[in-house]
C-alpha cells in the first residue's frame, strides 16, 4: 500500500490543524493507520493509531484529548485532527500501515510508511 500525507503548515500556539493519510494500491480497510512524528535530532514517535474498522484508537500520553484520529476507509484516508497545538508538537508528521491490526506502537510494527509532512507550531 502507498501513503501520501498532506495538511502540514505552520500554526500559532493553540491553534489546529488537519493531517491527512491517502492510501494507494491495495485494499485500504484490511489495514491499521499510525500516525507517527519525529522532531529535529529526536527519535520518531508514536502520535496515534486506528484499526481497520476505526472502532478502536490509540494515542500517546502527549496528545490525548488535543488530537483525533478518524477514518474513511470509501475514501481510503486517516485523518488526524489536531487541536490545541504546542511548541512542543513540531515535527515531520508520518502516516504508517499495518495488516490488519495494530499490534504495537513502535516503529518496526509498521510496514509501510507514507513521505511526511511539517507541522511548525510557533509560540
Known amino acids: 500500500v502507498q501513503l501520501q500525507a498532506s495538511g502540514g503548515g505552520s500554526v500559532q500556539a493553540g491553534g489546529s490543524l488537519r493531517l491527512s493519510c491517502a492510501a494507494s494500491?491495495?485494499?485500504?480497510?484490511?489495514?491499521?493507520i499510525a500516525w507517527f512524528r519525529q522532531a529535529p535530532g529526536k527519535e520518531r514517535e508514536f502520535v496515534s493509531a486506528?484499526?481497520?474498522?476505526?472502532?478502536?484508537?490509540y494515542y500517546a500520553d502527549s496528545v490525548k484529548g488535543r488530537f483525533s484520529i478518524s477514518r474513511d476507509n470509501a475514501k481510503n484516508t486517516v485523518y488526524l485532527q489536531m487541536n490545541s497545538l504546542k511548541p512542543e508538537d513540531t515535527a515531520v508528521y508520518y502516516c504508517?500501515?499495518?495488516?490488519?491490526?495494530?499490534?504495537?506502537?513502535?516503529?518496526?510494527?509498521?510496514?509501510?510508511w507514507g513521505q511526511g509532512t511539517q507541522v511548525t507550531v510557533s509560540s
Open positions: 504508517a500501515a499495518q495488516w490488519w491490526t495494530v499490534t504495537g506502537t513502535g516503529t518496526g510494527n509498521y510496514d509501510y
Open positions: 494500491g491495495r485494499t485500504f480497510s484490511n489495514y491499521a
Open positions: 486506528i484499526s481497520r474498522s476505526g472502532a478502536s484508537t
